[in-house]
């Protein structure tokens, strides 16, 4: 693989709502703000960790417009552009790299548990994307979509089309995917990235993951056990994992999205952890054990505001 424009960790940022369900952009830039000051070496925003599902459109060229202007070149931040029609996602996208955005993350055409589009489609949706930008695209393979990409026609992409360069890949057998898609991709594949909140970082950077997208709560503790890793400290890189790993697993297992703003919330980073409805809210018992798995660990997150 070429050196990668981007590597580490880059969390997906919480959308903050007040407790009408009205966007709250003050407690947004503090969460910014808490998430580069705990070492995210970049930021995602708007991805399905940032509910983007319950945005309008116009909340979330908002969004982008107040996040990056923030931001201002502090990491670089990737904008979740997803969208069925080709046209819209291109029209995202471009306005995402207009604001600023260093890269914009992008699922496979899908709708709904049924709408899917084969393979030369999908070629043809990430062509015209990669047609009408300049900064890289990440291919977001994750079972939401329920599309199925695999790694040959993964690697066929990223060789044949110009932007295309990182991959998120969540699906199961995550680390399996990544060293088929490393080893048929070769260089094309600049960013081979983990994602689903680390539960399987160790075994993906194993097998050549350079960077991973997790919550927004802590990325001070995921940068713990990925700067061992890169350092050649594997060992340590071990340690760190098992001691994060049950705030890890309450995350990826129980408290799902919501987790990065109750963590947030609880520390004063934010003053609403509520979901838009009809989210629902986590369940005060699955709180509860977060915030005292969380707390045996002492992250930034529930210090930061103090």
């Not at 000051?37 to 116009?58: H, K, M, P, T």
């Not at 369940?283 to 992250?299: K, S, V």
Request: overall charge negative; glycine content about 8%.
């Amino acid at each position: 693989m070429n050196t990668p424009r981007y590597r580490g960790v880059f969390p997906v940022a919480p959308t903050t709502f007040t407790a009408s369900g009205e966007l709250d952009l003050a407690s947004q830039k503090r969460c910014i703000d808490f998430m580069i000051d705990a070492g995210s070496n970049g930021i995602c925003i708007l991805a399905n960790f940032s509910e983007q599902f319950v945005l309008a459109d116009d909340e979330r060229e908002l969004l982008t417009k107040t996040i990056l202007e923030h931001v201002a070149g502090r990491v670089p931040v990737i904008v979740t552009t997803t969208h069925f029609s080709t046209r819209v996602c291109v029209e995202r996208s471009r306005r995402a790299q207009a604001l600023g955005a260093a890269m914009v993350m992008v699922m496979p055409p899908y709708h709904g548990a049924t709408i899917r589009v084969p393979e030369a489609q999908t070629f043809e949706f990430f062509t015209a994307l990669s047609d009408a930008l300049t900064i890289p695209i990440m291919i977001q393979d994750a079972p939401v979509s329920g599309t199925v990409l695999s790694a040959p026609f993964l690697a066929r992409m990223a060789k044949e089309i110009e932007h295309v360069a990182y991959f998120k890949i969540e699906t199961a057998g995550a680390a399996s995917k990544l060293r088929e898609l490393i080893r048929l991709g070769g260089d094309a594949i600049e960013g081979p990235w983990d994602g689903e909140e680390a539960i399987t970082l160790l075994p993906d950077f194993d097998a050549g993951a350079t960077g991973s997208m997790t919550g927004g709560g802590y990325p001070d503790g995921i940068r713990r056990i990925v700067d061992a890793y890169a350092a050649g400290r594997r060992d340590d890189a071990i340690a760190e994992y098992t001691r994060w790993l049950p705030l890890i697993n309450c995350e990826n297992r129980q408290g799902g999205l919501l987790s990065a703003k109750a963590l947030m919330q609880e520390g004063g980073v934010i003053a609403c952890e509520a979901p838009r409805h009809p989210f629902p809210a986590m369940h005060p018992a699955t709180r509860a054990g977060l915030i005292e798995t969380a707390r045996r660990l002492d992250p930034l997150v529930l210090r930061w505001a103090r």
